[in-house]
């Protein structure tokens, strides 16, 4: 005789549960995020750029060396490089060439680095360079200055010297992509070593769209592979080590050959 009372009251409970439901207010529709901006040669060389991330900090890095002469801190780097430290060589504001060496997460294992180095009489004095001390940093952190002014100034250091990189662009007689990179590591931001690294690096630029400070890249062996890249000045200028023992200098995006054997632009900013 209880079966009944049970039955109605599970009914109308089930009852209100529906009208419950039919009040809720439908789901909005998904909207698809905006299509990325296609960049028309990443596939022709086969791989997608990245189009979310930044370039990554500079660490810690030590800091050694004031030489008149080029030879000799040409000599440095190829020493620390040939124990497998990432070093290079680069032209200061007072004219003499210095040396980094090192990425570190901390103070104490960058220490630890040239303590080791200084022991084995390879360098002697040193200082360490703290992730506060680089351009990058101090312009985010006051929100002063240009990034990009600080790209093409360092790069202009670089003028009219003999650049001697000995960097991965070497097997294919340019010193390129070490100009650029040791231009972006002063300033903060760790650029990787050879031509083709930093364009998948970067992120997509129509050379219209160019502003100082973005890299440009060049075929210069022919197809479509990169080969070459100099960093872009403004007025369609860009900044360059054309080959091994030649002088970093100007030149035009206009030029008949780096019009014909232009490839792209990548921005890292």
Same mark, same amino acid.
């Given at each position: 005789m209880m079966i009944r009372p049970i039955f109605f009251r599970t009914a109308l409970l089930s009852l209100f549960l529906l009208v419950l439901c039919s009040c809720? @207010?439908? #789901? =909005? %529709?998904?909207? %698809?995020? =905006? @299509? $990325? +901006?296609? /960049?028309?040669? $990443? /596939?022709? *060389?086969? !791989? $997608?750029?990245?189009? /979310? +991330?930044? *370039? @990554?900090?500079? !660490?810690? #890095?030590?800091?050694v060396g004031a030489f008149k002469q080029l030879d000799n801190a040409v000599r440095l780097e190829r020493l620390l490089t040939q124990r497998g430290v990432d070093a290079y060589y680069f032209r200061h504001e007072s004219g003499l060439y210095k040396v980094r060496f090192g990425n570190h997460p901390n103070y104490d294992a960058a220490r630890y680095e040239a303590e080791s180095l200084r022991k084995q009489g390879i360098v002697s004095r040193f200082f360490i360079v703290t992730p506060e001390n680089y351009a990058a940093a101090k312009i985010k952190h006051s929100g002063r200055g240009d990034l990009r002014r600080e790209l093409v100034a360092t790069a202009r250091r670089f003028l009219g010297v003999p650049y001697r990189w000995g960097g991965e662009d070497r097997k294919n007689g340019f010193d390129c992509s070490g100009l650029t990179m040791v231009s972006y590591r002063l300033n903060g931001l760790n650029l990787p070593r050879n031509s083709r690294a930093q364009f998948k690096a970067g992120r997509y630029v129509s050379k219209k769209n160019l502003q100082p400070g973005d890299l440009v890249f060049f075929a210069t062996k022919g197809g479509k592979r990169v080969t070459h890249v100099g960093m872009y000045a403004g007025h369609g200028k860009f900044i360059h080590a054309p080959r091994t023992g030649k002088t970093v200098r100007v030149a035009s995006l206009s030029s008949r050959f780096f019009k014909r054997t232009y490839v792209g632009g990548r921005t890292y900013l």
């Open positions: 809720t @207010a439908p #789901s =909005p %529709p998904v909207t %698809p995020p =905006p @299509a $990325a +901006e296609i /960049d028309p040669i $990443a /596939d022709i *060389l086969g !791989g $997608a750029v990245q189009k /979310d +991330e930044s *370039l @990554a900090k500079m !660490g810690f #890095s030590t800091q």
